[in-house]
């Protein structure tokens, strides 16, 4: 028995007395459940996304924000911390969700594997247009920087190497496993860059107006013009001159689509679709995945592609 099976051995034995001791004091199915497989606990659905398809049968994964749910501001329940505390290894985002944040530099400890220590973050204003004074570019808590990275497949790909290395030292009997699936992860995302590329390369418009500015990475991959409504925070409210400046925007640039999210109302993209004349349609930052959805990261990128490509009327 290798060393790391005699401690999942202990562990659970140790889980089983406490449960013993402790009645009804339960998490509800807390990270470390399971002495099979390595308790992984991801701060949002890219994340999960990757430990999943990196992680395959070997790994149990938490994710720490419900399906539907913005995850922003996410806030954790005593069970939640629990996960955290428990884990084996925690993927987050540094700076994306303070409360994720907090549990992490209380309990996180070398269990940690922060996703920015992989793919330096892009300036809020990257594949955008840079509104100088604009509320909304450095509320994330990260220095103005733009944390959805994940919406360039190529930086997802990136991280993803590096987080089969993490899974490869937490539980080296599948360490090459974890090496195979992230090559394989890579080579889908690899032909996903492709796809993006190739079907806008040729476009009548390159800008994008956008419920909240998601969409950096993105633009700045495929040679877009992000005109973001509100700044990197969903629920910023824009202030009468902004809308009139994304208006007067929208105009010029004679875009046919405002776009909107899964997670968040679409009042305001509607108010600036009526006002320019355009239609209004979903661009998914897929930070999280609808309530009941059967898509993944890739299914919901395709269909990102497909929304693009029809609203930018693309050749």
Known sequence: MTNRATYRVLAAATALLALGAGAGCSTGGAAGADPQRVDV???????QFLAERIGGDA???????????????LELNPSQVGQVSDAELIVYLKGFQPAVDDAVAQN???RAFDVTSVQPLLDASA???NHE???GHAEEGNGGKDPHVWLDPTRLAGIGDQLAQRLGKADPDHAADYTARSAALRADLTTLDGEFKNGLATCQRREIVTSHAAFGYLADRYQLDQV??????PDVEPSPQRLAHVIEEAKEHQATTIFFETLVSPKVAETIAGQVGAKTAVLDPIEGLAAGSDG????????NLRTLQTALSCS
């Open 296 to 303: 993944d990261y890739l299914s919901v990128m395709r269909t």
């Open 41 to 47: 606990v991801a701060a949002f659905y890219p994340l």
């Open 133 to 135: 004074g604009e509320e």
């Open 59 to 73: 790994v149990r994964v938490t994710n720490l924000a419900k399906p539907g749910a913005e995850p922003h501001d």
């Open 228 to 233: 973001g409504i509100t700044g990197l925070s």
């Open 127 to 129: 594949g955008g247009h």
């Open 108 to 110: 996180g400890g070398d």
